[in-house]
């Protein structure tokens, strides 16, 4: 049997991705499919810590905008993100995977306080870990908070699945001569402004030597395909 390219991996989910073809909410068999993929990657041995993004509820300061304080409309969307975690660790343990939930902000009656020891060892039992609420601070998205557990638990690559297929010249919704990328570096990412995560986001993981692959989720399979080192998506290092 093939083994695995990657030991542990952070794999970082939209929270739009989690909503389907809506906008809004939750997709179930979204989320069982991804829950199946995530599966199959723990039985091949994988240690996969997962960050939940909360757009499909509430995104800080786009959805706040000029209405709210933007240190309150971050916290909203942190507690969305939570929201997330927990529908994807019910998910998983319906289908008999082992699971913990962390969260950066203390909610112990729902999740465990984010503790990086803790996260290694659930990770190093074959227990699946979901990081929710972010990094817990305001003005820092769920990429960077991705990037940064990436980092903490000392993972392979960072998983980043989106809504898109890659990383692109330019918007390829907006631009019908943009063009996808199979490999770029982070300073090039950085240069062209490409949205692939946040500037704060991608200097961290450029830092810490951390590659990120950027693939799409509307087939959760590539995060099986992803693991096992085969071409899919762009590979940012």
Not at 142 to 169: F, M, Q
Request: with cysteine.
């Amino acid at each position: 049997m093939e083994q695995p390219k990657f030991k542990r991996v952070l794999l970082k989910i939209s929270g739009e991705a989690l909503a389907g073809k809506d906008s809004r909410g939750l997709d179930f068999k979204v989320i069982g499919q991804v829950c199946d993929a995530i599966k199959r990657c723990a039985k091949m041995g994988v240690e996969m810590g997962v960050v939940v993004g909360g757009g499909n509820f509430w995104r800080g300061l786009k959805d706040g905008g000029d209405a709210m304080e933007r240190v309150r409309a971050d916290h909203m969307g942190m507690l969305a993100t939570a929201i997330n975690a927990l529908a994807v660790a019910d998910v998983l343990e319906q289908k008999g995977v082992p699971v913990r939930v962390q969260t950066a902000i203390d909610m112990q009656a729902v999740a465990e306080p984010y503790i990086r020891s803790k996260a290694i060892r659930h990770l190093e039992k074959c227990r699946v870990v979901i990081f929710g609420c972010g990094t817990g601070n305001p003005y820092f998205s769920t990429d960077t908070a991705a990037v940064l557990r990436a980092a903490e638990i000392n993972a392979d690559v960072i998983l980043l699945a989106k809504n898109i297929d890659g990383v692109y010249s330019a918007d390829p919704r907006k631009d019908p001569t943009a063009t996808k990328y199979s490999r770029i570096s982070y300073s090039e990412v950085l240069a062209q402004r490409l949205a692939v995560m946040d500037t704060t986001a991608t200097s961290l993981s450029m830092d810490n030597k951390i590659p990120v692959l950027l693939f799409a989720l509307k087939d959760p399979e590539n995060i099986i395909r992803a693991v096992m080192g085969e071409e899919v998506g762009t590979i940012v290092e």
